[in-house]
């Protein structure tokens, strides 16, 4: 069965509105989780990493006010995209980990966010 | 740095055909770990296998078969008799001994044609 449970998988919004994506770890603790998101007929590329508990790290070109990240638990992590805008339409997925590493990769199934 | 070369955008092929998709990397980690990823019109990724740095070995999983040369860092992906239902796009991915950030390439759209 599924071991990372994202929600919802998809979205549609207006511009100016925020969206939450929920991504949850279902079998073990996630200590860090990654948000990775995808635009259309690209690849997917790290958004930001963060530690429960701590703030989120973000890649180098990735607004920190406009996709705020939640991890205040080690089963739940959420992604906010703030006023959202048509630019912000893309596929996003959490990948949760295991502290001190992991033997395995696990992905969530992915929001598909469009802002009309 | 890390990086995962695919150098094949889209590949089209008819029904029963062989095809090879092309995975380059280029890492300075000793230990590491390379991935395959199917991902269908849903968005999903789907595991296809993982190789470590340590092991060479090719693998075949039904009509699928990998080989991994670290000698040239590739990681090719060949469905043998391709199906309509393989048509989806495919991502070479690389990560670190800890399973940290994934570098995705670039991915590779198959159409498979009846």
């Known amino acids: 069965g599924a071991v990372v449970s994202q929600h919802p998988s998809w979205v549609i919004c207006k511009s100016g509105t925020s969206v939450k994506i929920e991504c949850r770890s279902l079998d073990f603790q996630a200590t860090t989780m990654f948000w990775y998101r995808q635009f259309p007929k690209q690849s997917l590329m790290l958004m930001a990493t963060s530690n429960e508990g701590s703030k989120a790290t973000y890649e180098q070109g990735v607004e920190k006010d406009k996709f705020l990240i939640n991890h205040a638990s080690l089963t739940l992590s959420t992604l906010t995209v703030t006023s959202a805008h048509p630019e912000d339409s893309s596929f996003y997925i959490c990948?949760?980990?295991?502290?001190?590493?992991?033997?395995?990769?696990?992905f969530g199934q992915g929001t598909r966010l469009t802002v009309v | 740095a890390q990086k995962v070369t695919q150098a094949q955008t889209e590949i089209s092929v008819v029904e029963k055909e062989d095809v090879t998709l092309d995975c380059v990397y280029e890492t300075r980690d000793t230990t590491y770990y390379l991935f395959w990823y199917k991902q269908p019109p849903s968005g999903e990724l789907v595991f296809l296998i993982r190789r470590n740095s340590f092991d060479e070995q090719n693998e075949i999983s039904g009509r699928y078969s990998w080989n991994f040369q670290k000698s040239t860092s590739s990681f090719n992906f060949t469905i043998t008799a391709s199906q309509v239902v393989d048509s989806a796009v495919y991502f070479c991915a690389l990560t670190g001994w800890n399973f940290n950030k994934f570098y995705f390439g670039s991915g590779t759209k198959l159409n498979v044609k009846p």
């Open positions: 990948s949760p980990t295991l502290q001190g590493g992991r033997t395995e990769a696990f």
